[in-house]
Nanobody
Framework: QVQLVESGGGLVQPGGSLRLSCAAS????????MGWFRQAPGKQRELVAT???????NYADSVKGRFTISRDSAKNLVYLQMNALNPEDAAVYYC???????????????WGQGTQVTVSS
């Protein structure tokens, strides 16, 4: 029983900023990694950024230097700070987590419900 709840999406002007949040809750032993994906209409879902439990990060080339992924491990929270937004960033953004629920159990993959980001004047 694990769920991911996202917030922070909305409408922003080109060049503006938004901060997305994702909270993981339920039966969690440890979180191996968390990240953000996005999908625009008519396009494939793509990886935006990931963060492992060891602190390693990875970003899509299109967002490097503009987006920052971070975490609050004590609260099982992950954030995506998005700066200098452009119309190509408009999409539904999904939170992802790879979670171990028990010490001996397997890893599970979880997805949030998605939050809409619109970039327009």
């Amino acid at each position: 029983q694990v769920q991911l709840v996202e917030s922070g999406g909305g409408l922003v002007q080109p060049g503006g900023s938004l901060r997305l949040s994702c909270a993981a809750s339920g039966s969690i032993f440890s979180i191996n990694s968390m990240g953000w994906f996005r999908q625009a209409p008519g396009k494939q879902r793509e990886l935006v950024a990931t963060l492992t439990s060891g602190g390693s990060t990875n970003y899509a080339d299109s967002v490097k230097g503009r987006f920052t992924i971070s975490r609050d491990s004590a609260k099982n929270l992950v954030y995506l700070q998005m700066n200098a937004l452009n119309p190509e960033d408009a999409a539904v953004y999904y939170c992802y987590a790879n979670i171990k629920r028990t010490v001996l159990g397997p890893d599970f993959h979880y997805w949030g419900q998605g939050t809409q980001v619109t970039v327009s004047s």
